[in-house]
Structure formats: C-alpha cells, structure tokens
C-alpha cells in the first residue's frame, strides 16, 4: 500500500532550537519525495523535493531508503517556520497523483 | 495573480442538494489535479486531467462525484446529492508537464459545509 506518515501532529521548538520533521512512508517501487508546507492564510506550495538535493529557507530532508524514511531539519528554528508541514511522494516515472501524510503543525516559540 | 483559482471560496448547502466548483489552472499548465482535504488529514488524491482527457479518478470519487475539463483549461467538480460526509476543502493543483519535475501549484480551495 502506498502510505505516507507523520508520527507527530503537533511539534512545538523554541526559537534556534533545532527541529527535525519525522516522515515514514510506504511505496512499492522508488518514489520521488516532497515536503509541502502551508502557512497560515496562505496556500499549499512545495517547500523542497529530494531529487533537487536542494535547502530551503534552511530546511533539507535526508531519503533513508532502508528505513524509508524522509525526515525534515533545520538547525535553528525561526518564528516564520511555524506552518503546517505535510511529506509526501509521487511516482518517479509519471509524477501525477501526490500522495501526502496527516501534517504536523510546527510552533515556533519565541 | 497568474496563481491557480477557485470559486467560490465558500459553500454552504443542505444535505441532497448539488454542488459546483470550479477551477482555472495556471496558463499553459496541461496538468489539472482535483483533493480533498477533512479536518486533521492530509489533502487526499481524487482525480486527474491531462489536456481535457481525465486519466485517473480515486476509489474516493463515487458515483455522485463528477468532474469535468471540457476544453483543456478550466475545471470543474460537481457534487450530487450532497451527504454530511462532503464537509471538507476541495483543492484543485495544475501543473506543467513539459517543466522538469511536474511542481504542483495549488489553489486556495473550496471548503464545503453540508448541513
């Protein structure tokens, strides 16, 4: 079964703390792997995928294939990183449907 | 604003009746996604369209669920006899196949309160 999850629904850091997003999933085959965040009154967009090896806003995500793991980090938190972060992944080869995890809900406390 | 659209925004309706929403994709962008959000969840997979040819629909699109892209550009999602368990956000993406990595662009969405 194709399945994302995220064992935390709520994560609360202190402002500089270093916070790290816990994502599992499970995907027969290799799947292309995303973070989504939503801020507050704003709309869903891509935050960072693996494929690029790219770091946003200071946020990267290491894919662990042997525990299928594709955990979000950030070593200082900053307020405007409270959001809600969703994982997600989508099949390498067609990219259509995106399949994505419950959220967590980051609190920066300042 | 060139980003992904909705409307309305808002609906609010009686239990049995019919819904629509649409959604005007980013220009150009051949790729048009339709999920559907509930409370504490993720957005969930319900349907898709490349060019005006719908290629998947999820086991979550029953039979009252019907949605539409007729020449390629805008969409819309039609809901029939509407039950409670509709409540939700509806969220349309687009997104370009000819660009590297097919980024889907969301709207704001349609939340949808069946009383």
């Known amino acids: 079964a194709q399945r994302v999850t995220q064992p935390e629904k709520l994560l609360s850091v202190f402002k500089g703390a270093p916070v790290e997003l816990k994502c599992n999933y499970s995907?027969?085959?290799?799947?292309?792997l995303f973070w989504y965040v939503q801020y507050s009154r704003q709309r869903l967009q891509l935050l960072l995928r693996?494929?690029s090896r790219e770091s946003i806003k200071g946020f990267t995500a290491d894919l662990n294939k042997g525990e299928t793991s594709f955990h979000l980090k950030k070593p200082f938190a900053q307020e405007e990183d409270s959001a809600m972060y969703y994982c997600?992944?989508?099949?390498?080869?067609?990219?259509?449907?995106?399949?994505f995890g419950p959220g967590t809900s980051l609190s920066v406390i300042p | 604003d060139t980003g992904v659209s909705q409307d309305p925004r808002h609906k609010i309706t009686k239990r049995g009746q019919n819904v629509t929403f649409r959604c005007d994709p980013i220009s150009e962008h051949n790729r048009l996604y339709w999920y559907r959000q509930t409370l504490g969840q993720g957005p969930e997979f319900l349907t898709y369209f490349q060019n005006e040819a719908q290629l998947e629909k999820s086991r979550l699109l029953s039979d009252r669920f019907s949605a539409e892209r007729p020449k390629g550009s805008f969409s819309t999602l039609e809901i029939q006899r509407t039950e409670q368990g509709d409540s939700a956000m509806y969220l349309c993406?687009?997104?370009?196949?000819?660009?590297?990595?097919?980024?889907?662009?969301f709207g704001p969405g349609t939340r949808l309160t069946v009383l």
């Open positions: 993406a687009s997104s370009d196949t000819g660009l590297v990595l097919y980024e889907q662009f």
């Open positions: 693996h494929i």
């Open positions: 997600a992944l989508s099949a390498k080869t067609s990219y259509d449907k995106v399949i």
């Open positions: 995907y027969s085959g290799s799947p292309e």
